[in-house]
């Protein structure tokens, strides 16, 4: 601890995110849930209701909702985000032994899904700017490793088909999705957005998730908005989203009274309880956003005036949610020690992830070569980003 800078650099950032949050003293979160509108009221009336389960009004409600707000044809209701990506891969048709290819800079979720699906991750660069999957990159690694028949892509090294990609939305910063859109078209890959953390994110007047075959959110409880646990599926494709809602809801066909299954299902239908609280929650999501937007001004503004790190803000012609607010500090060293300053100082701050082909099942895995992902791993951090009443 005793290495800690604790030069007026670090003490002005604290000072001014206390000062912000209105907390001269005390824990001060990374992103706390907020509750301001219907939740109780629409979560005592599945209690009362008696419908607490996934059969229920707000089930429905919740995706006519999440229609309305991503503009996509189809929405289905999951248990979270991390299922909804497993059966969004599914339903694009990977398979067992297929490959994917994601960022090695994401949340475990995403490869964790990639393997639940029984294909493995291969791991292509990011953009420095954007923090998401690289079209450039994917274009290179497909040209130099892969060749492309009727049925696919492959992978030469192994003749394993490329069954996927998928891309994510880094804290709400939309990446090149329609560049990467383009590439998977041309190779013939199906394109999943992991959108989990991109709620309310848009490029130009279209919301992510919306770009590729499949995309999915996550509505886990640190996320913008929550259902305490909770995910959706997204789709413009009918045979897409009938399929989806149909695995979700333990593959089940429409009869009054019996049990006739015709697929190997999953039970990954979210709750009405739960839906519940969603639905409260989305009808405060253009609150919610502009809440985040006001914050986000004020910490670019602050930055602005310094040159020690860099605020990360949105790309021209894109829309992010500033779901979780971002600097980038000139060298590891500074992240490393900001860390540890912010956190003693009870400052809530986190680096980003550490790369996904680092980890020890995921190790072994196929990768591009990576600099602008280790770049970011060494210089990222995620500081306090919730609403404020
Ligand atoms: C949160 C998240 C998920 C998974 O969502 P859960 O609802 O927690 O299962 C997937 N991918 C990314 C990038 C996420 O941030």
């Given amino acids: 601890m005793s290495t800690t800078i604790t030069d007026n650099t670090f003490i002005d950032i604290l000072n001014f995110i206390r000062s912000t949050f209105n907390k001269p003293q005390g824990f001060i979160p990374l992103h706390a849930p907020y509750f301001g509108g219907n939740e109780k009221k629409y979560v005592l009336d599945t209690i009362e209701s008696t419908f607490v389960s996934s059969v229920g009004a707000y089930v429905n409600k919740f995706e006519e909702m999440m229609q309305d707000i991503t503009g ?23 398979k067992p032994g297929d490959l994917v290819i994601t960022q090695p800079l994401t949340f475990a979720a995403t490869a964790n899904a990639i393997k639940h699906a029984g294909a493995d991750p291969v791991f292509i660069d990011v953009d ?20 492309t028949t009727e049925a696919g892509t492959f992978y030469k090294t192994t003749n394993q088909r490329i069954g996927a990609c998928v891309p994510m939305h880094t804290f709400g910063f939309p990446l090149r999705i329609m560049d990467l859109a383009t590439i998977c078209k041309q190779y013939h890959i199906p394109l999943v957005e992991d959108a989990a953390e991109s709620l309310g994110s848009y490029v130009g007047e279209q919301h992510t998730g919306t770009f590729g075959d499949i995309g999915i959110f996550s509505f886990n409880g640190n996320k913008t908005i929550t259902s305490g646990g909770g995910g959706a599926i997204v789709a413009n494709s009918e045979q897409l989203g009938k399929l989806a809602k149909h695995l979700s809801t333990t593959a089940k066909m429409p009869h009054a009274y019996e049990f006739k299954h015709d697929m190997i299902g999953y039970n990954y239908r979210m709750p009405n309880l739960n839906a519940a609280l969603a639905c409260a929650q989305l009808e405060q999501l253009d609150n919610m956003l502009e809440n985040k937007r006001e914050l986000a001004e004020k910490y670019k503004l602050f930055f602005s005036g310094r040159n020690k790190e860099q605020f990360v803000t949105e790309a021209p012609g894109t829309t992010a949610n500033y779901w979780l607010n971002t600097i ?42 990576l600099p602008n992902a280790s770049w970011l791993e060494e210089r990222v951090v995620n500081i306090p980003s919730s609403y404020r009443p």
């Fill in 328 to 369: 980038i500090f000139n060298s590891p060293q500074e992240q490393q020690d900001f860390l540890q300053y912010s956190n003693v100082n009870q400052v809530m701050t986190r680096p980003i992830w550490q790369l996904m082909n680092k980890l020890p099942m995921y190790q072994h895995c196929v990768s591009g070569l």
């Fill in 128 to 147: 420095k700017d954007t923090m998401g999957l690289s079209p450039a990159a994917v274009a290179a690694w497909l040209k130099e490793n892969c060749f």
């Fill in 72 to 94: 996509a044809k189809f929405a289905i209701a999951t248990t979270n985000g991390t299922v909804a990506l497993h059966l969004g891969l599914i339903v694009v048709g990977v």
